[in-house]
Nanobody, 121 residues
Framework: QVQLQESGPGLVKPSQTLSLTCTVSGGSITTKYYYWSWIRQPPGKGLEWMGAIYYSGSTYYSPSLKSRTSISRDTSKNQFTLQLSSVTPEDTAVYYC?????????????WGQGTQVTVSS
């Protein structure tokens, strides 16, 4: 029932901030007890969890990315966003938003289709 859609620029220059938005339909981002997350997959590599925002607004980040990652939300638009600062070509990846009801699932059961982001000058 929940549907997620990523949007944002497909090309970002090195040192700039990558900004993406996930628009949610079929459910509210404030519904107990859902997590809303960002996950990425660089070319030829596996999935990497970046961080998440809980239904309460609390945020959680991967230790390797915490210093330059920020996840926020706009409840009036039923959206949550990703900002990744000081990007390098190593940040090139397909970026996904995903969610799960933590009372029932131990993995991400709803996924967006993903969006390609390339970091290049």
């Amino acid at each position: 029932q929940v549907q997620l859609q990523e949007s944002g620029p497909g090309l970002v220059k090195p040192s700039q901030t990558l900004s993406l938005t996930c628009t949610v339909s079929g459910g509210s981002i404030t519904t107990k007890y859902y997590y809303w997350s960002w996950i990425r997959q660089p070319p030829g590599k596996g999935l990497e969890w970046m961080g998440a925002i809980y239904y309460s607004g609390s945020t959680y980040y991967s230790p390797s990315l915490k210093s330059r990652t920020s996840i926020s939300r706009d409840t009036s638009k039923n959206q949550f966003t990703l900002q990744l600062s000081s990007v390098t070509p190593e940040d090139t990846a397909v970026y996904y938003c995903a969610s799960r009801d933590s009372n029932y699932y131990t993995t991400w059961n709803y996924w967006g289709q993903g969006t390609q982001v390339t970091v290049s000058s």
